[in-house]
């Protein structure tokens, strides 16, 4: 609460009807240099706010290329969610954004992207138990088209899509959603 100009409030979000917000997407990182820290306050804010939060992680090109990939995501996870209550967790969806492959056409292999959803999985497992990391939606988004989409959403630990420039054209969107 407060005057901060520009920033809506979880409660306000909640008071038009808003159910889920997406947090955490890598143009809100780059343009607007949110930090994890930051991140951990408004995740706080839209649980408080009885939200469901669409948490967006994922890496550079440099990082993969580097191959620190999985730390830097374990890295944003961490920092941003691992202080919730196993309860908390019930509100939280993830999506793994390759920053890279994000409005490039470019997109991540099925390979990489399937280990990289699995290290998610234990990740949380490791840190919680099996069972929640079971529990967790993990999507996938980065350059989902109609013509990979189906073999995306068919992997063992992608649960669905978060589809950006795919959902601006309506013939596109509708093909990927009958993909499912």
Known sequence: SGAFTGEVSANMLKSIGIETVILGHSERRKYFKETDDQLKSKVDAAISSSMKIIFCIGEEIVERKNNNHFEIVYDQINNSLFHLDEDSWSRIILAYEPVWAIG?????????????????????????????????????????????????????????????????????????????
Do not use: W
């Open 104 to 180: 490039t056409g470019e997109t991540a292999t099925l390979d990489q992207i399937q280990e990289m959803h699995l290290k998610i999985r234990n990740n949380i497992s490791e840190r919680y138990t099996q069972e929640l990391a079971n529990s967790i939606s993990i999507l996938y988004g980065g350059s989902v088209k109609p013509s990979n989409s189906h073999d995306i959403f068919s992997l063992e630990d992608v649960d669905g899509g978060l589809i950006g420039g795919a959902s601006l054209n309506a013939n596109d969107f509708n093909q990927i959603i009958n993909s499912i």
